[in-house]
């Protein structure tokens, strides 16, 4: 089932006072600060709506996706997430950091600037030509996960493991070794030469020159 733009104001009346969904594709509407709290969405989809602010507190969403959408800002306290895509997406300024345990979810050239990702289970979790700058990841287990084409300027990790992880193509990417886990790690030669650069090290080819130490005075 497909909404149309004749019948937003029915649908939102529904998502407010309805309590499961299933097989729905929801498109264009306006669904800015709507409150969704202990919602079930079941192979479900919202595309191209405004969902700013929204409260899914307690919701549950199963294979789902979320395309075109808006949610800055949206708060997903103790939400369910169970093999759920965002592509295309706005999701600047959300806070990750209390959905339900082992969230299942990608993200496709979504705009995630100002987000935290707090103590998390990520294993496997895609975030593929993202714009992911100023976020935080701490204590965060990114197992296997792949950042491919991200811009990740700005943004932090700390407490991680890092195993596995497909930083290539990236930009801006800085790991820390003395505050994450990293092992088979792969990431762009520009992150490695940051690195270096961080613990003392000038790589030639890529620094200036490193000052020449000065001469011993005579005696």
Not at 43 to 62: D, H, I, P, T, V
Not at 170 to 183: A, E, M, W
Request: hydrophobic letters at 35%; aromatic letters at 10%.
């Amino acid at each position: 089932m497909t909404t149309e733009r004749g019948m937003d104001t029915e649908v939102v009346e529904r998502l407010v006072r309805e309590e499961s969904f299933a097989n729905e594709t929801f498109v264009g509407l306006d669904l800015q600060g709507v409150v969704l709290t202990d919602k079930e969405f079941y192979r479900c989809a919202f595309e191209n709506c405004q969902l700013q602010e929204s409260r899914w507190k307690g919701s549950r969403l199963e294979n789902c996706a979320v395309r075109g959408s808006n949610l800055t800002r949206a708060q997903l306290s103790s939400t369910a997430l169970r093999d759920v895509r965002f592509e295309g997406s706005k999701l600047m300024g959300i806070d990750w950091s209390n959905l339900a345990s082992n969230p299942e979810l990608g993200f496709v050239e979504c705009g995630l600037s100002y987000c935290s990702f707090v103590g998390l289970s990520l294993r496997k979790t895609d975030f593929l030509r993202c714009i992911v700058r100023e976020s935080n990841f701490y204590d965060s287990d990114l197992t296997d996960s792949d950042f491919t084409g991200t811009d990740l300027s700005g943004s932090n990790f700390r407490g991680c493991m890092l195993t596995r992880v497909d930083f290539r193509e990236t930009v801006g990417t800085f790991l820390d070794p003395q505050h994450n886990k990293l092992k088979d790690v792969r990431v762009p030669v520009e992150t490695a030469v940051a690195l270096a650069r961080n613990l003392g090290m000038w790589v030639a080819g890529f620094h200036d020159e490193a000052p020449k130490r000065a001469p011993r005075k005579a005696r």
